[in-house]
Nanobody
């Protein structure tokens, strides 16, 4: 299984970014995998940001992102998304895609920097 994140970069406070995670080499169909986004800031532990169920009907955001972030998935395109709005400097981190079904898989990460 390969997970490739993209869409990171530099954004100003209050700005937006959309992350994507393209999955390939899957043993099972993409819709079999529970998907989530994590992030890790320098010197910090990796933390869950948002999660979505297999069908994309139920999502969960951690309190720190409230409703500023929206996780979604397109099972036909084997792709996971994270729409990030109203970005804050404390959102600066490496963002990782995670897939879980029988095993856990990680992408290589994409850097998000929020700074003026």
């Amino acid at each position: 299984v390969q997970l490739v994140e993209s869409g990171g970069g530099l954004a100003q406070p209050g700005g937006s970014l959309r992350l994507s995670c393209a999955a390939s080499g899957l043993t099972f169909t993409f819709s079999t995998y529970a998907m989530s986004w994590y992030r890790q800031a320098p010197g910090e532990e990796r933390e869950l940001v948002a999660a979505i169920d297999r069908a994309g009907g139920r999502t969960h955001n951690v309190d720190s992102v409230e409703d500023r972030f929206t996780i979604s998935r397109d099972n036909a395109k084997n792709t996971l998304y994270l729409q990030m709005n109203s970005l804050k400097p404390e959102d600066t981190a490496e963002y990782y895609c995670n897939a879980r079904f029988l095993s856990t898989y990680w992408g290589q990460g994409t850097q998000v920097t929020v700074s003026s």
